[in-house]
Nanobody, 115 residues
Framework: VQLVESGGGLVQPGGSLRLSCAASGFTFKRYDMRWYRQAPGKEREVVATISSSGLNSHYADSVKGRFTISRDNAKNTVYLQMNSLKREDTAVYYC?????????WGQGTQVTVSS
């Protein structure tokens, strides 16, 4: 099982980034997917969730209206489009696959919002 995040980096406030998470080793289309983030000195928090079908999604209040989660089950990939980035969005972002007792994590990708 592998989840590999990419797309992080340094961006100015107000900018955009798109994170990707490529999955392998399990039946991706059966798993709900989540993006989490962890800022220095803070607990890991869920940012966005998307159902296995892609029909349902949920967002943390702090990112609602700015971030969009999506998935391509044909490519075994989940995305997080992040717009209007703020300094407080700086964190390591992780993707997570969950279904019953299955719970898989990627290694994370750093997002830094700074001028």
């Amino acid at each position: 099982v592998q989840l590999v995040e990419s797309g992080g980096g340094l961006v100015q406030p107000g900018g955009s980034l798109r994170l990707s998470c490529a999955a392998s080793g399990f039946t991706f289309k059966r798993y709900d997917m989540r993006w989490y983030r962890q800022a220095p000195g803070k607990e890991r928090e869920v940012v966005a969730t998307i159902s296995s079908s892609g029909l349902n999604s949920h967002y943390a209040d702090s990112v609602k209206g700015r971030f969009t989660i999506s998935r391509d089950n044909a490519k075994n990939t989940v995305y997080l489009q992040m717009n209007s980035l703020k300094r407080e969005d700086t964190a390591v972002y992780y993707c997570n696959a969950v279904r019953g007792t299955g719970d898989y994590w990627g290694q994370g990708t750093q997002v830094t919002v700074s001028s």
